[in-house]
């Protein structure tokens, strides 16, 4: 009993949130080696399992709904065998965008963690707070910033490699 009160403490704290992120950036990398903007994302069951992974790929799939919060998502209800992903978390490397948001709040996802936000189209912090807008049906805890300078910086990098001549 005391293991299971410390696990759910544990999923509290910032370090597991970092690991987490961590697990996301890893697949941001994989969307970047692929020519995708490199965003990554993982859904975590209640318990703090990683459920599913998505990265984004868009470009690959010709999907303009091929974003990683869209993949990660799909898949968690898919392994779930439910729409509603009740108790998980959405860890993302970029600030979800309105679709990912709306998604997000369909699949009531209790908690949203991000890393770089994003003040072109960031929909649950910077330009909108779709994901807690007391006039929906389900809103979720929104925990930005985590490991935000290493997603930045990868972000970054992706385009300034893009501006220079690359790919």
């Known amino acids: 009993m005391q293991a299971e009160a410390a696990k759910i403490m544990k999923m509290g704290t910032p370090g ?16 970047a080696a692929a020519g ?14 990683v459920l599913s992974r998505g990265r984004n790929s868009p470009v690959g799939s010709n999907d303009p709904t ?14 779930l ?25 369909s699949a009531r996802v209790a908690e949203i963690v991000y890393g770089a936000d994003d003040p072109k189209s ?11 807008d007391p006039r929906l049906n389900h809103r979720a805890q929104i925990v930005p910033g985590v490991l935000a300078d290493e ?17």
């Not at 597991?16 to 990398?29: D, T």
């Not at 091929?66 to 392994?79: P, S, V």
């Not at 960031?122 to 807690?132: D, H, K, M, P």
Request: aromatic share 6%.
């Open 16 to 31: 597991i949130r970092e690991e987490w992120m961590r697990a996301a950036l890893a697949e941001a990398q994989k969307a």
């Open 36 to 49: 995708e903007v490199p965003v990554g994302a993982v859904v975590v069951s209640p318990d703090g399992e």
């Open 66 to 79: 091929a974003h990683a919060e869209i993949l990660a998502l799909r898949a968690a209800a898919r392994k």
């Open 81 to 105: 065998g439910n729409y509603r992903l009740t108790g998980c978390r959405l860890v993302v490397t970029l600030e979800p965008c309105p679709m990912c948001a709306g998604a997000a709040v």
């Open 122 to 132: 960031g929909a649950v912090s910077t330009l909108y707070r779709i994901a807690s």
């Open 151 to 167: 997603c930045t910086a990868l972000l970054k990098n992706f385009f300034r490699g893009r501006r220079a001549g690359g790919s």
